[in-house]
């Protein structure tokens, strides 16, 4: 067993057994060619696929029929005096879900690819809630992992904290579209935020709000260096400088502002009908006018760093802004008391009291629909960097991408305005390729970053042009 990391992206492979469903345990790490898995905030569970080379015909004398226990266990060399960190489901086995791409590649030996979830993902599948659910959010989301009448694991798991209590009858749906309810309905008992996400890594199941996460100092750093001036691959701070550097890296997309108006992300109108006391109410959601209430990455929760928003806040005619526009308009009903508008009279007491919150989607739907939006639109860049088993989705990492120019760039500012600083970690894709010698991991990540460090320009005078008059007019007729 390694003591330390001997070059960027060494991993060890300490266990991948199969369990078919004659019970037999197959030992895979002298046939697996590369193994996958995916780490997503906008998923529930993690995913994976192993490529094997087979000899002996498994899916036939196993058999192998998507009905298989994985165990697994990865792990990075760790450094001197750092906690070893694993990717460790070897009791929290994953589930194999089906057999695919099975072809010859050689005499005698064949290929095939095994895919694989969660144990979680797959329970889902086959269970159904059928119940009035009563306490906050985050109760429930915890009764839907820990009761053994649903998915009872045995992981990890975070719950931040939500405010309120709710009656909720569960109509026949499984466990994880509670789970997604609560995403969207869930207010944080700190802050009020609105902002949740449900989604695993290989520390376990998180339900927490994006302000939970924006509070966390950055864990890691990645940056470009020039072609050459890699250090060689040793031991000590040659393989950390190695862990840091970005191998490839593509700018995805930043603000497309099609999506932006139709989604709701720079302004939205809500209508609420109350059908219990016959009125309605109208709220409106403006991006620009929220932006300093709402926590984003550069300031983080809790900091005292200026942001400023990711879009400006140019007029782009005589009546405003692009958050001045409300190109997205919901319409929900809502079922509050008479007595007291944060009570659901919905659902009430034997003693005819109504104790329980109310939907309230004006508290939630405007920004959170924004905030979620702005994570696929904001500023997104792919990363393809030497893998280690420290790195999580939901993390903050600090990423340094020049200026890309012919001319020379000031010193006092090496680095890309935009796409410099701190940046969430969405997706990662894991990649451990047996076949290389030595077998390497690599991670491709997709990180996105919600606000900037300098303001975006916004002169008074550059409004939308068009042209003086109008076109001319052809009324056609057929002839």
């Known amino acids: 067993m390694a003591e330390g990391l001997t070059g960027a992206g060494d991993f060890e492979l300490e266990v991948l057994d199969l369990v078919t469903v004659s019970g037999m345990r197959i030992d895979l790490t002298a046939s697996c060619i590369g193994i996958t898995i995916f780490e997503d905030i906008f998923s529930l569970a993690l995913t994976g696929t192993i490529a094997l080379s087979d000899a002996f015909n498994l899916p036939s004398h196993g058999p192998i029929l998507g009905q298989e226990y994985l165990y697994l266990k990865i792990r990075t060399p760790s450094f001197p005096n750092v906690e070893t960190t694993a990717i460790d489901f070897s009791e929290n086995v994953f589930?194999?879900?089906?057999?695919s791409t099975r072809k010859r590649i050689a005499d005698g030996i064949q290929g095939y690819v095994l895919s694989f979830a969660s144990q979680e993902l797959i329970k889902n599948q086959r269970l159904k809630v059928t119940q009035s659910l009563t306490g906050s959010w985050s109760d429930l989301v915890e009764q839907m992992l820990r009761d053994d009448k649903y998915l009872n694991t045995a992981k990890n798991i975070l719950i931040e904290k939500t405010a309120g209590v709710k009656r909720f009858v569960a109509p026949n749906i499984r466990p994880l579209d509670v789970v997604v309810l609560g995403t969207k309905q869930a207010i944080a008992?700190?802050?009020?935020?609105?902002?949740?996400l449900f989604y695993e890594t290989f520390d376990g199941f998180h339900f927490r709000s994006l302000a939970s996460i924006y509070n966390e100092q950055p864990s890691f750093l990645f940056k470009t260096v020039q072609p050459g001036s890699n250090p060689p691959v040793g031991r000590g701070?040659?393989?950390?400088?190695?862990?840091?550097t970005i191998l490839d890296y593509s700018i995805v997309n930043n603000n497309d502002t099609i999506i932006g108006y139709r989604g709701g992300m720079y302004g939205s109108k809500l209508i609420t009908h109350d059908i219990v006391n016959?009125?309605?109410?109208?709220?409106?959601?403006n991006y620009h006018d929220n932006f300093i209430s709402e926590p984003h990455i550069v300031s983080g929760t809790t900091?005292?760093?200026?942001?400023?928003?990711?879009?400006s806040e140019l007029y782009v005619n005589q009546e405003g802004r692009v958050s001045d526009f409300h190109g997205r308009t919901f319409v929900v009903p809502e079922t509050n008391s008479s007595l007291d508008s944060?009570?659901?009279?919905?659902?009430?007491?034997?003693a005819n009291t109504s104790p329980f919150n109310s939907y309230k989607p004006s508290s939630w739907m405007q920004r959170r629909n924004s905030q979620m939006l702005q994570l696929e639109n904001a500023f997104n860049i792919n990363l393809r960097v030497h893998g280690n088993t420290m790195i999580r989705v939901g993390k903050v990492v600090t990423v340094k991408i020049p200026y890309v120019q012919a001319s020379s760039v000031k010193n006092e500012e090496p680095f890309d305005k935009f796409y410099n600083g701190?940046?969430?970690v969405k997706r990662i894709r894991h990649d451990f390729a047996m076949m290389q010698s030595p077998p390497k991991h690599?991670?491709?990540?997709?990180l996105v970053k919600d606000s900037l460090e300098e303001e975006l320009p916004n002169p008074a005078d550059n409004l939308e042009p068009s042209a003086p008059t109008h076109g001319s007019k052809i009324d056609y007729a057929y002839t």
């Open 95 to 99: 589930l194999v879900h089906s057999i």
């Open 189 to 196: 008992q700190t802050g009020g935020e609105p902002t949740f």
């Open 237 to 244: 701070m040659n393989i950390a400088k190695q862990l840091e």
């Open 278 to 285: 016959k009125t309605y109410k109208t709220s409106n959601y």
């Open 303 to 311: 900091a005292e760093r200026i942001e400023y928003p990711i879009v």
């Open 342 to 350: 944060e009570k659901d009279a919905q659902h009430v007491t034997t």
């Open 422 to 424: 701190p940046f969430l």
């Open 442 to 446: 690599t991670m491709s990540m997709n």
